[in-house]
């Protein structure tokens, strides 16, 4: 089948891992990169071999020649891509947090929807193999019907010194790393009714809250609690694995520290190693991010030339965004927020 040619918006911390994993991601490859920072824009195209270079988006668009785009800027930004995209009819993969507001978000869903183009979250959590082989357990229905879970990022790795930019603002852990947790509750348990929240600020040089326990009411019944902390010192540092719990009808699915799968049922318990792989330019504790970027850029192309629906696609990123509005508004008022208001 026809290489599908892509162009990389924003070179910065996180956009190497993604020029990485395009390198290996079969069927596609990036043609273009846009920065608005010389000296980025010369350390990717580099190191990753791009002749074409642009400072300016507008005319990145302009000269087009690509099949899609993939924008790994700042929430500020991504809006005014986005509808860039949209009036370009060029499909576009957008970073987490899809927005600054949900009202713009909703924006962004409109606008590619109203074109005709694809539109992806890249919300790659998900699409780590751990989480992976839990979704895989409960849908061959190991724990019968499940009624409880809990979601656990909890760790003390230094995440600023590599992105400083996460101390500065009102808002960090459930923007930046909540966000992920959420959605992976949502893959799991299904969509939410209702949310409540609260947060804390331990560490005194951040701006923002590095603490939040988050209950959710799912629409099938199910209740979890999604719980992230950047303040917790463990003997044995979790980062960044995502723990999970379930407990079903049947049985109990239990994805522990170190990558093990724990499922009991009435035939006994069995434990499974399901460690994602080492890609060869990836590294640990990284790892397992990296390689669940290469599992949804993947998915974006396959699905792309199946020319079906994505699995974190704009309009499903809409749930997952409104969940986290919800939390803060939880957390600021002490009260519980009905979310389907807020999608209406």
């Known amino acids: 089948m026809t290489e599908l040619k892509g162009a990389l918006i924003g070179c910065g911390f996180f956009?190497?891992?993604?020029?990485?994993?395009?390198?290996?991601?079969?069927?596609?490859?990036?043609?273009?990169?846009?920065?608005?920072?010389?000296?980025?824009?010369?350390?990717?195209?580099?190191?990753?071999?791009?002749?074409?270079?642009?400072?300016?988006?507008?005319?990145?668009?302009?000269?087009?020649?690509?099949?899609?785009?993939?924008?790994?800027?700042?929430a500020e930004s991504h809006r005014a891509l986005v509808e860039m995209a949209a009036r370009s009819n060029v499909p576009a993969?957008?970073?987490?947090?899809?927005?600054?507001?949900?009202?713009?978000?909703?924006?962004?869903?409109?606008?590619?929807?109203?074109?005709?183009?694809?539109?992806?979250?890249?919300?790659?959590?998900?699409?780590?193999?751990?989480?992976?082989?839990?979704?895989?357990?409960?849908?061959?229905?190991?724990?019968?019907?499940?009624?409880?879970?809990?979601?656990?990022?909890?760790?003390?790795?230094?995440?600023?010194?590599?992105?400083?930019?996460?101390?500065?603002?009102?808002?960090?852990?459930?923007?930046?790393?909540?966000?992920?947790?959420?959605?992976?509750?949502?893959?799991i348990l299904g969509d939410v009714r209702s949310v409540t929240a609260r947060t804390k600020r331990v560490n005194p040089k951040i701006k923002g809250e590095d603490v939040a326990t988050i209950l959710l009411d799912h629409v099938n019944g199910a209740t979890s609690v999604v719980d992230v902390s950047y303040a917790t010192k463990l003997s044995r540092e979790p980062f960044p694995e995502t723990l999970i719990?379930?407990?079903?009808?049947?049985?109990?699915?239990?994805?522990?520290?170190?990558?093990?799968?724990?499922?009991?049922?009435?035939?006994?318990?069995?434990?499974?190693?399901?460690?994602?792989?080492?890609?060869?330019?990836?590294?640990?504790?990284?790892?397992?991010?990296?390689?669940?970027v290469h599992a949804i850029q993947q998915h974006w192309v396959d699905q792309l030339k199946r020319g079906a629906e994505h699995s974190t696609s704009g309009a499903d990123n809409l749930k997952t965004f409104a969940l986290v509005e919800a939390a803060y508004d939880s957390a600021t008022k002490g009260q519980t927020i009905d979310v389907g208001a807020m999608l209406r």
């Open 93 to 187: 993969i957008c970073q987490k947090p899809f927005a600054k507001t949900l009202s713009d978000a909703k924006a962004m869903v409109k606008a590619c929807r109203h074109a005709g183009v694809a539109l992806m979250v890249h919300e790659n959590f998900r699409w780590q193999t751990p989480i992976q082989a839990v979704r895989k357990a409960l849908d061959a229905g190991a724990i019968g019907i499940p009624f409880w879970g809990r979601f656990s990022f909890r760790s003390g790795y230094d995440v600023f010194s590599g992105q400083p930019y996460l101390a500065q603002g009102e808002r960090f852990i459930i923007e930046d790393l909540g966000i992920h947790t959420i959605d992976i509750a949502r893959y």
């Open 15 to 74: 956009a190497i891992n993604q020029m990485h994993a395009w390198n290996d991601v079969e069927g596609a490859r990036i043609t273009a990169i846009c920065d608005r920072d010389p000296e980025r824009l010369k350390v990717v195209g580099d190191q990753f071999g791009i002749d074409r270079r642009y400072s300016d988006a507008e005319a990145l668009f302009a000269d087009g020649g690509f099949d899609f785009v993939d924008i790994a800027t700042t």
């Open 245 to 292: 719990e379930l407990d079903g009808s049947e049985g109990t699915i239990r994805l522990t520290q170190g990558y093990g799968l724990q499922v009991t049922n009435a035939q006994g318990t069995t434990t499974t190693d399901v460690s994602p792989k080492l890609l060869p330019w990836a590294s640990r504790p990284w790892h397992n991010i990296q390689e669940s």
